[in-house]
């Protein structure tokens, strides 16, 4: 890595940002100007004092630099630039091991991006698979360093299991699928097939790289539903709104829920949670009941038709078209929760979720209460990212998964 570091002004408030944990330099008067070449640049202040070592990322529409280093002299951070990635790619490996995931499932993380100094940067473990999902076009440009970096870290914490495949995905904000195969150093295999199955919490799941933007199991999740798994024990009908190709449906069916009901807008995703339930010939199939169609409808006629449940969990996507309307996760809930809460049995719980870092969640607390009172719904239970997947102090936009249980008429 070249010494030769070029010096950006920076935004008075960027600076402010910086300095209280924040990672990001977003898109405005200064950052524009950053250069189009350079991997890292030095951002400075008004006086041209040195502020952060940048890792320059022009391509991206938004977030134009991420922090890489606070520590002075910054020059000598570049020279260690390798150094150092290594270094965070141990703790971070080193931190997932302690948490010995691998008891309850095969999919977690390795590294959560900012929360773990690894800037854009987010490391799936899936089964034998290894998925790099890269938000900053940074990475692509060192990936050797990154790739000598991550099978240091294997060698070191979890040599038994290092991934016989490695799949990089870039990820953006158009949400273009670009997946391709990589190879640790020194190691060739065939072309991996990007179908493959894993457990989560003895559950089985078949997982499809590269098809859709996501592959049908949402990693950061895994940590919620065990946390959730008390309120599926209690409850005997489940409503998954949303399902998707049903990981919480199946979460319930194994907790013995007698009538699990999923729905969702996609035949796609509906035909997938098929292709699940027939991997765990365990679950009661007979329990569970799958409609094609968009919530608030079917909502609707749930209503009409008086059913009930003890358990309702809602994840809409940050943003949902249903054929006739695109509309805001804040927004699905403004016109759901009404029939939600009638659907549910007196002491029934609710969950929702809220996954975007463009809510923070005071607001997404303050207005989902307000929804909540006018329902007879009071929030009992408040669910984070946790376990594998961190936070970051000073970097709200981190903490994107944010989830709230209500509970009706206590
Ligand atoms: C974020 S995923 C849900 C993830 C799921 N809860 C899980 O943890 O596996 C969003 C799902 O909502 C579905 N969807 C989007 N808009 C919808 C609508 N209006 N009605 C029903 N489903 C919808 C999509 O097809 C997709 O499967």
Redesign the pocket.
């Given at each position: 890595m070249s010494a030769k570091l070029i010096r950006v002004p920076l935004h008075p408030d960027t600076i402010k940002y910086i300095r209280k944990g924040h990672p990001w330099v977003t898109l405005d008067r200064f950052s524009k100007e950053f250069p189009k070449k350079d991997l890292m640049v030095l951002g400075t202040g008004k006086a041209g004092e040195p502020v952060a070592l940048l890792l320059n990322d022009p391509k991206h529409k938004n977030i134009k630099a991420r922090v890489w280093s606070l520590k002075q002299p910054f020059n000598e951070q570049v020279h260690l630039f390798k150094t150092t990635l290594f270094e965070r790619l141990e703790k971070a490996f080193n931190k997932r091991t302690k948490m010995n995931l691998l008891e309850e499932r095969q999919n977690f993380y390795l590294a959560f991006g900012e929360a773990d100094l690894l800037p854009g940067l987010f490391i799936q473990y899936l089964n034998d698979h290894l998925l790099i999902q890269v938000y900053a076009g940074f990475w692509r440009r060192v990936e050797k360093e990154l790739m000598e970096g991550i099978a240091k870290a294997f060698h070191q914490f979890l040599p038994a299991n290092t991934p016989k495949h490695i799949w990089i995905q870039e990820r953006n904000l158009d949400q273009r699928i670009k997946l391709r195969s990589v190879f640790l150093p020194g190691k060739k295999a065939p072309k991996p097939d990007p179908h493959f199955q894993l457990e989560e919490f003895g559950i089985r799941y078949q997982l499809k790289l590269g098809g859709q933007y996501d592959f049908g199991?949402?990693t950061d999740?895994a940590a919620q539903r065990k946390v959730l798994s008390p309120y599926f024990s209690e409850a005997k009908s489940v409503l998954n709104l949303?399902?998707?190709?049903g990981?919480?449906s199946l979460f319930a069916l194994s907790q013995k829920c007698e009538r699990v009901v999923s729905?969702?807008?996609?035949e796609h995703?509906l035909n997938w949670l098929e292709e699940n339930l027939e991997l765990n010939p365990d679950l009661e199939r007979k329990n569970h009941q799958s409609i094609l169609g968009?919530?608030?409808e079917v909502l609707e006629s749930k209503v009409k038709h008086k059913k009930k449940f003890d358990l309702i969990i809602c994840?809409?996507?940050s943003a949902?078209?249903?054929g006739k309307q695109t509309l805001r996760a804040l927004q699905t809930y403004e016109k759901t929760m009404k029939n939600m809460a009638t659907l549910l049995e007196d002491g029934g719980k609710l969950v929702c979720f809220l996954?975007t870092h463009r809510v923070i969640w005071k607001k997404f607390h303050d207005q989902m209460e307000e929804l909540g009172k006018k329902n007879q719904l009071k929030i009992v239970d408040k669910l984070k990212l946790s376990a594998d997947c961190l936070g970051k102090g000073g970097f709200p936009e981190g903490d994107y998964l944010k989830g709230l249980v209500f509970q009706k008429n206590v």
């Open positions: 199991l949402y999740m949303y399902a998707y190709t990981a919480y729905i969702d807008l996609s995703y968009p919530v608030a994840d809409p996507p949902s078209h249903d996954n």
